[in-house]
């Protein structure tokens, strides 16, 4: 070998925990003492060097999320459309429950009115029995039922002597003149008629008494001019 070529560097530890000169505990590469304040690790021992395969790499910063990154907008967009889906699905819902709502009433009312109309013909032989004075006793209590179901439908009886004539609530089957009258009168009540609110279910049949219609007057007999009597 020539005095040019490069001699290896021998590295030598003492990796030995006893002092040889002062008998002494060596304390470890790297460890604190006791006592001493919590602190970054200490550099390498003197002699000791790193190896060349270990490096240091520098912490690297988070990344920080982009604010206006494309799929934030994707996201935004999606929103509104679920938003708006779920609104228009809110509104047609309660469309939906007011028109149940409403056929329900509207099937409740007909079924109630279907009853009440059966009802009719027992209702006229119970005006009949009161106004032959036999609604008494028993039948009256049954009579007194049969109307409190009525009034509980809601179902009300119209129809009396002396009411003007309403072709809506009227059924003319009689007619009269009468002086005594300036409208059409419905004069006698031949059967009672009946409504639910403002629908009426059933008609009154009434004799109705019209005013009488006043005589022409006769022409008066022209005079001559001059006042005297006409010759033959």
Known sequence: ???????????????????PTSGTVREPAGAQPAGSPPGPPTSPAAGEQMSENETVTPAQPAAEPDSGSPADGDLA?????????????????ANYRRRVDRDRALVADQ???????????????IERARDHGDLTGAFKVVADRVLGVLDGLGVEAFGASGDEFDPALHEAVMHDTSADVTVPTASTILRQGFR????????????VTEPETPAASAPAAEEPADGSPASD
């Open 196 to 207: 639910r609110g403002d629908r009426v279910l059933r008609t009154a049949m009434v004799a």
């Open 77 to 93: 967009r999606q929103l509104a459309e679920r938003t708006e889906d779920l609104q228009r699905v809110t509104a047609e819902y």
């Open 111 to 125: 079924a109630a009115e279907r009853f009440a109309a059966g009802l009719f013909p027992i209702v006229d032989d």
């Open 1 to 19: 070998m020539t005095t040019g070529d490069e001699q290896p560097r021998v590295v030598i530890r003492d990796k030995r925990r006893i002092d």
